[in-house]
């Protein structure tokens, strides 16, 4: 049983941190989260002396209203400033809307995963080429892998995306303006045509992410990567990093429609460069790049 002592205790630490700590700290708004989440709790189960079957049930009472507020937030952050791009695009600004869209993305990413106070801890940024192209490879625990790399890893980015997400409104046309390319994996002849756009992104110095084992795992573990997916890097013949992340699973774990607090580690390995991987083929290159993510798990 909780006591009015641990409450207190409890209520306290909120207070010293947020007063401590700078105003808009991304760590110090996860914790925070976090305690005011454990106080709420603690209050309910001090209040009416609650059995370990409603403290769980309690727990998943605020699994529910954080999948609810990250979802509000979610469409807020993409409607708000929809018509400021709309506005640019028909001015022709297609660099500043494009900058827009990066800058709305970082924050939507940055503060969504605040919300549900999750830590992301990432390891590696100076592997991270500062100019040019970058093909991220990273493996696919989450469908919260997505606002991790765009809020943690560096680089404005966009993503190779399965082609139903193109319908989706408002979400589909940030995708567009962030430089996200659309496959329809039924479709050969559509395939090939996005995958030459894509490397001619990549030639132009705009980086892309690719999950290249094509669904989120089930269990964290590392499935086969798609054959030929990084053929795109050789086409552009431009660095390959690999990103391994880390616990991201445990945030909303496939098939569950509930979002939950996790620790997520994410690890940006030393690019790969091409010129250095003569002699081997697609394969070969996928296999390394999958050994490099797997050892990092």
């Given at each position: 049983?909780?006591?009015?002592?641990?409450?207190?205790?409890?209520l306290?630490a909120?207070?010293?941190?947020?007063?401590?700590?700078k105003?808009?700290?991304?760590?110090?708004?996860?914790n925070t989260?976090?305690?005011?989440?454990?106080?709420?709790?603690?209050?309910?189960?001090?209040?009416?002396?609650?059995?370990?079957?409603?403290?769980?049930?309690?727990?998943?009472?605020?699994n529910?209203?954080?999948t609810i507020?990250?979802?509000?937030?979610?469409?807020?952050?993409?409607?708000?400033?929809?018509?400021?791009?709309?506005?640019?695009n028909?001015?022709?600004?297609?660099?500043?809307?494009?900058?827009?869209?990066?800058?709305?993305?970082?924050?939507?990413?940055?503060?969504?995963?605040?919300?549900?106070?999750s830590?992301?801890?990432?390891n590696?940024?100076?592997?991270?080429?500062?100019a040019?192209?970058?093909?991220?490879?990273?493996?696919?625990?989450?469908?919260?892998?997505?606002?991790?790399?765009?809020?943690?890893v560096?680089?404005?980015?966009?993503?190779?995306?399965?082609?139903?997400?193109?319908k989706?409104?408002?979400f589909?046309?940030w995708?567009?303006?962030?430089?996200?390319?659309?496959?329809?994996?039924g479709?050969?002849?559509?395939?090939?045509?996005?995958?030459?756009?894509?490397?001619?992104?990549?030639?132009?110095?705009?980086s892309?992410?690719?999950?290249?084992?094509?669904t989120?795992?089930?269990?964290?573990?590392?499935?086969?990567?798609?054959?030929?997916?990084?053929?795109?890097?050789?086409?552009?013949?431009?660095?390959?990093?690999?990103?391994?992340?880390?616990?991201?699973?445990?945030?909303?774990?496939?098939?569950?429609?509930?979002?939950?607090?996790?620790?997520?580690?994410?690890?940006?390995?030393?690019?790969?460069?091409?010129?250095?991987?003569?002699?081997?083929?697609?394969?070969?290159?996928?296999?390394?790049?999958?050994?490099?993510?797997?050892?990092?798990?």
């Amino acid at each position: 049983m909780m006591s009015a002592c641990n409450v207190t205790s409890k209520l306290m630490a909120v207070g010293i941190l947020i007063s401590i700590n700078k105003p808009g700290s991304a760590d110090t708004s996860s914790n925070t989260v976090k305690l005011c989440i454990f106080v709420w709790l603690d209050l309910r189960i001090a209040n009416r002396n609650l059995s370990l079957n409603r403290y769980i049930l309690l727990e998943k009472e605020s699994n529910v209203l954080k999948t609810i507020s990250w979802f509000a937030y979610l469409w807020w952050s993409l409607l708000k400033p929809r018509f400021e791009l709309m506005k640019l695009n028909r001015q022709g600004k297609t660099l500043e809307r494009d900058a827009c869209a990066h800058s709305i993305a970082r924050k939507w990413a940055q503060t969504g995963l605040v919300l549900n106070g999750s830590s992301i801890q990432v390891n590696g940024i100076e592997n991270v080429p500062k100019a040019g192209g970058v093909l991220f490879v990273a493996n696919h625990q989450s469908n919260f892998d997505i606002p991790i790399m765009i809020g943690h890893v560096p680089r404005d980015k966009g993503f190779i995306a399965k082609m139903e997400l193109a319908k989706v409104p408002a979400f589909s046309r940030w995708m567009k303006y962030v430089g996200c390319i659309f496959i329809n994996r039924g479709d050969p002849r559509q395939s090939l045509t996005a995958i030459n756009d894509a490397a001619e992104q990549l030639k132009a110095g705009h980086s892309l992410v690719i999950f290249p084992e094509g669904t989120r795992s089930a269990d964290g573990t590392v499935g086969p990567f798609k054959a030929g997916g990084l053929k795109l890097a050789m086409k552009a013949r431009v660095p390959i990093v690999p990103v391994t992340i880390s616990g991201s699973k445990n945030i909303m774990p496939k098939g569950s429609s509930l979002i939950r607090s996790a620790q997520v580690k994410v690890i940006i390995s030393p690019p790969l460069i091409l010129d250095e991987l003569d002699g081997m083929d697609s394969n070969q290159i996928s296999e390394k790049v999958r050994n490099i993510i797997i050892s990092n798990l």
